[in-house]
């Protein structure tokens, strides 16, 4: 199975700042990798799909980069509503695993 | 508007069964593969099962595979997941959740609210 890694496990950051959380996975996933947000008491939300594609609505702060087995997600401005976990996912024929999760918060 | 609604969740003594069903409305429910994914309190997610458009193909994770068991009525638009043999490490926030194509194989755009099952003597 794979296996996913993502880091730092939480950061704290002031608004503004640039935000920047690393996914690895245990083989190559080419670009079959996923990024979810989710805040405090609700379900999670797809922000990025197949590593860098934007979901609709979703704002152009949002981006990610990376192939086969490094990934990276970016916050370019953090904003008091971006506080969040993070979670990466990758799928493999209707095989998914989930990162640990990047908790994100205010400095 | 998309809503999944899910129900059956409940404290439940180790050893024994429930059944989770997931209500699906405002999209064409045999159009796209559908997924429960779980979270356990205070603990991040962890895909448990996903089954294709037409049922045709299905998977488990490791943690449940030969306990828990995905199934969808088309006619009824709703997904189910029987859970056999539960243990204390089942408990969790069970979500419905609709994938973004037919074979499930993409990203997952839409999600319930969840229902808790509670494992515990």
């Known amino acids: 199975d794979i296996q996913m890694t993502q880091s730092p496990s939480s950061l704290s950051a002031s608004v503004g700042d640039r935000v920047t959380i690393t996914c690895q996975a245990s083989?190559?996933?080419?670009?079959?990798l996923n990024w979810y947000q989710q805040k405090p008491g609700k379900a999670p939300k797809v922000l990025i799909y197949?590593?860098?594609n934007l979901e609709t609505g979703v704002p152009s702060r949002f981006s990610g980069s990376g192939s086969g087995t490094d990934f990276t997600f970016t916050i370019s401005s953090l904003q008091p509503e971006d506080i969040a976990t993070y979670y990466c996912?990758?799928?493999?024929?209707?095989?998914?695993?989930f990162g640990p999760g990047t908790k994100v918060d205010l400095k | 508007e998309v809503q999944l609604v899910e129900s059956g969740g409940g404290l439940v003594q180790p050893g024994r069964s429930l059944r989770l069903s997931c209500a699906a409305s405002?999209?064409?429910?045999?159009?796209?593969?559908m997924h429960w994914v779980r979270q356990a309190p205070g603990k991040g997610l962890e895909w448990v099962s996903g089954?294709?458009?037409?049922?045709?193909?299905?998977g488990y994770a490791d943690s449940v595979k030969g306990r828990l068991t995905i199934s969808r009525d088309n006619a009824k638009n709703s997904l189910y997941l029987q859970m056999n043999s539960l243990r204390p490490e089942d408990t969790a926030l069970y979500y419905c959740?609709?994938?973004?194509?037919?074979?499930?194989?993409?990203?997952?755009?839409?999600w319930g609210q969840g229902t808790l099952v509670t494992v515990s003597s």
């Open positions: 959740v609709k994938d973004r194509e037919r074979y499930g194989n993409y990203y997952f755009d839409q």
């Open positions: 405002g999209f064409t429910f045999d159009d796209y593969a």
């Open positions: 089954i294709t458009w037409n049922g045709g193909s299905i």
């Open positions: 083989q190559d996933i080419a670009n079959y």
């Open positions: 197949d590593v860098s």
């Open positions: 996912q990758q799928h493999d024929n209707l095989l998914f695993t």
